[in-house]
């Protein structure tokens, strides 16, 4: 770990300081920084690494249950993200998506449903994943027309759900449809659905520029209990934004991951590469940009764990998780950048560390509210607050 400084924050207690280290040296040891050729097979045994060493279990919350503490703790999750991102960005998206997947089963799910699945994605042995997004309904979740009829002790869902992250190689799916209890984003439910019950099926496996398993799902009358449903009738918009209100700050985290790295790959070539009779860091151009990299890190960092912080005391993030993640995804594509140019020629080339993050960050701009979505947020709250 190049630079811990920030670990001694106020934001921290002395067991996060020892969760960052101790990951900081396990990832060092047992996974390595490319993407292999098969990014199923290398997603599942990072999944399976992950659960082995102890690490998902910050992923769930409840002691019984598998996870590490009562509660999911903000602090933890965004600390491991950040480590695993700079160390392997599948790594970070492996143990992301175990969280994101089951975040719901940990915040709203019953006795039944959390003691189904969550001893199994801590461990690492089911694979989670979060099925929101549909392709007329992104920035717009309340668009949704994928639909969840009840017939009796059933659901019979029907509809679409795309850029379905561990679409293909999850265990299970949460799944938010329309149940039509209100209009809008009132009239919502979140469910399980195991990827093995019939009328549930992988329509399409899409290609991204960081390649990552990802799907677009199909479900023709796909029919699961009734008490595979989380949360109450109606309240499944409500599951899904306290899920993202943990995890959307762990985006930033993540963002703020890949920045570091950039960072220490930029130093490194920088006071290595040998120009104009001196080396690349000798220049105040240079420096400049150093500069300007590392205070963008270390704004980015208060966001982040200012927002992971507050969520832990118990109060309310909408704004400061929007701000976080805002500002970390939007600052660490700037901090990449950067690290490309120091690296010149090398910086494009496929297969260098600075060239992967490039391609890594893009996304997270995007997803879990694209920036402008994250605006709007930042502004409704300040508006609220001044009316
Ligand atoms: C790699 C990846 C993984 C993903 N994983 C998952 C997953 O696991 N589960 C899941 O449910 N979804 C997932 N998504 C989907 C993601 O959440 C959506 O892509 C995102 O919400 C944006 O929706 P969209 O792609 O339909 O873009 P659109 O909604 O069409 O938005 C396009 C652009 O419009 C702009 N925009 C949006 N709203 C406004 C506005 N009000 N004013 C001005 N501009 C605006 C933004 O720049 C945005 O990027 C993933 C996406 C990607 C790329």
Redesign the pocket.
């Known amino acids: 770990m190049a630079d811990t400084h920030y670990l001694d924050w106020p934001f921290f207690e002395p067991r996060h300081r020892e969760l960052a280290l101790a990951l900081d040296a396990w990832s060092a040891q047992h996974i390595t920084g490319h993407h292999g050729e098969d990014v199923d097979a290398e997603c599942r045994a990072l999944v399976r690494a992950l659960g082995q060493g102890g690490w998902l279990r910050h992923a769930v919350g409840g002691r019984a249950q598998g996870g590490a503490a009562e509660a999911i703790d903000t602090r933890s999750i965004c600390l491991i993200r950040e480590t695993l991102a700079r160390h392997h960005g599948l790594a970070d998206f492996a143990f992301a ?1 175990q969280g ?2 089951s975040g719901a089963i940990s915040l709203a799910g019953t006795e039944a449903q959390r003691a189904r699945y969550l001893p199994r994605v801590a461990a690492g042995e089911a694979i989670a ?5 549909e ?1 007329q ?5 309340a668009a949704m027309t994928c639909s969840a009829r009840a017939e009796g002790q059933t659901y019979v869902i029907d509809g679409e ?7 293909g190689i999850a265990d299970f799916y949460v799944v ?1 449809a329309r149940t039509g209890e209100a209009p809008g984003s009132r009239g919502i439910s979140a469910f399980i659905v195991d990827a093995d019950t019939p009328g549930l099926e992988i329509a399409e496996r899409i290609d ?1 520029i ?1 390649p ?1 398993p ?1 799907a677009r799902l199909k479900f023709s009358a796909c029919r699961i209990p009734a008490s595979q449903r989380v949360g109450e009738a109606g309240q499944g918009f409500k599951v899904a934004m306290r899920t993202l209100d943990v995890f959307r700050t762990s985006v930033a985290a993540a963002a703020l991951g890949f920045a570091r790295r950039a960072l220490d790959e930029g130093l490194a070539r920088a006071q290595s590469r040998k120009m104009f009779g001196g080396v690349l860091a000798d220049f105040q151009l240079t420096q400049a940009k150093l500069a300007q990299m590392a205070t963008a890190i270390d704004s980015s960092a208060l966001l982040t764990y200012r927002a992971a912080w507050q969520r832990d005391q118990g109060r309310s993030v909408t704004r400061e998780a929007a701000m976080a993640k805002m500002v970390a995804t939007e600052s660490a594509q700037q901090v990449i950048d950067a690290a490309v140019q120091l690296w010149g020629g090398l910086g494009v080339t496929r297969g260098q560390m600075v060239e992967s993050l490039y391609r890594e960050i893009r ?1 997270l ?9 994250q605006q ?1 947020i930042i502004a409704r709250e300040l508006l609220k607050a001044g009316a």
């Open positions: 998506m994101l997947g994943a979060f099925a929101l997004s392709p309904a992104g920035s717009d979740v759900k795309t850029w379905i992250s561990n679409g938010f991204v960081a990552h990802l996304a701009r995007i997803y879990e509210g694209a920036t402008e979505v709007l």
